[in-house]
């Protein structure tokens, strides 16, 4: 599941970057290494879930499974503070664009930056659901049902440490809104 | 490949046109108009003053994405390599407006 995340993500990426390339919009710059930070931390994260799985669970291994989750988690925390900072940067509100960069300031994973990270994503897919209310468009409620499964996810990761249930739904989840990402990207690129 | 604006001023209004989207404002008229259109047409369209519209009109046609046609009266159209920019904005410009960003 990690890895299609992963690969929907560099996709999403990289038409980020085609468009800075034609416009030299900075917003589309950060959406762009925002989704190379997800991606990247989806692939290190599946990477190290292959390994374990190789391993058969070995404890010796364990380790690396924790390692690529930290890592993944660090990279989802780095992406979604830029994308945040993008949204803020496009109201050009200095003071505002100051708070995005808080999440640097909590690089250990715990409950509290699992919070700040809900909080990110929930920030992101309100502004989201706003341009869907201003605009009615497939594109942008594709997008706004993308960032709203995302942040669902991570409430399921959070909770799964209470309810072990919830890991599979986080992944469900997770993969949905990287699959509404694709089908964004698709109808966009789709001949006209 | 079309060069991107001006910097911006710190306090941009939401009125503030980039050099960028005045290009592809004057590139849309000229398409909307069946890919034939005059500069009075461009000049209404784009929003422009006389003297910017050629500024403009002639920065495009160094560029290559349009040429000037027609014996009597000016005429531009987009050439084969704006056509094909103005596909790729559209795409560009859907993808951003997906996410809730202005280009």
New interface residues.
């Given amino acids: 599941m990690e890895f299609i995340a992963s690969v929907i993500a560099i996709a999403v990426a990289y ?2 970057l ?2 800075y ?5 900075r ?2 710059l950060y ?1 762009n290494l925002s989704f190379v930070l997800i991606g990247a931390g989806l692939l290190v994260d599946g990477l190290s879930d292959l390994i374990v799985l190789l391993a058969r669970g070995e404890r010796g291994f364990l380790f690396v499974f924790n390692l690529g989750y930290t890592i993944n988690f660090l990279a989802q925390l780095l992406a979604y503070g830029l994308l945040v900072f ?2 803020l940067y ?1 109201t ?1 509100s200095p003071s505002s664009i100051a708070l995005a960069a808080l999440p640097v300031m909590f690089i250990q994973r715990n409950t509290l930056t699992e919070l700040i990270l809900i909080f990110l994503l929930v920030y992101v897919a309100t ?2 659901a ?2 869907y209310s201003a ?1 009615k ?1 497939v ?2 409620l ?2 706004f049902g993308a960032f709203a499964s995302l942040s669902i996810a991570h409430l399921f990761f959070l909770l799964y440490i209470l309810i072990p249930t919830f890991f599979p739904l986080a992944h469900i989840a997770q993969l949905f809104g990287f699959l509404l990402l694709l089908a ?2 698709l109808r ?2 789709q001949p ?1 | 490949m079309i060069p991107s604006g001006q910097p911006q001023p710190q306090k941009a209004t939401a009125k503030y046109r980039s050099q960028f989207r005045i290009y592809v404002d004057i590139m849309h008229v000229i398409q909307r108009e069946n890919n034939e259109a005059k500069p009075t047409r461009i000049l209404y369209g784009a929003n422009l003053s006389h003297d910017r519209l050629i500024k403009y009109l002639d920065e495009l046609k160094a560029l290559g994405v349009i040429q000037e046609t027609g014996t009597d009266d000016k005429v531009y159209s987009l050439t084969q390599k704006g056509i094909e920019f103005m596909n790729n904005f559209r795409k560009v410009e859907s993808f951003a407006s997906a996410f809730g960003f202005k280009i």
């Avoid at chain 1, 390339?21 to 919009?25: D, F, P, R, T």
């Fill in positions: 038409q980020a085609r468009g390339n034609l416009s030299k919009e917003t589309l959406l993008a949204y496009q050009r502004q989201t706003m341009n605009n468009n594109n942008a594709l997008v964004m990207l966009v690129n006209a």
